[in-house]
């Protein structure tokens, strides 16, 4: 597995640093946002032999299954 961090200037939701862990192949598995020292969960992605199967993500209320 692979770890990659990336920094947003913005406002909003979504600023902060995202965080994200990769499997060997590059495909992301989960994000994370830390912003003020706090860490949540954002999305998880699973994957098959073929591609994308679904995501599960923070999109809704409850957490919305998206497939693909």
């Not at 590059?26 to 679904?54: C, F, M, Q």
């Amino acid at each position: 597995m692979m770890a990659t961090r990336t920094s947003s200037c913005s406002a909003g939701p979504d600023a902060g640093v995202t965080y994200t862990i990769r499997d060997l192949e590059g495909h992301v598995l989960r994000r994370y946002l830390e912003s003020n020292n706090v860490w949540t969960w954002k999305e998880d992605s699973i994957w098959g032999p073929n591609g994308l199967l679904a995501t599960v993500s923070l999109c809704c209320s409850p957490p919305g299954l998206g497939h693909q």
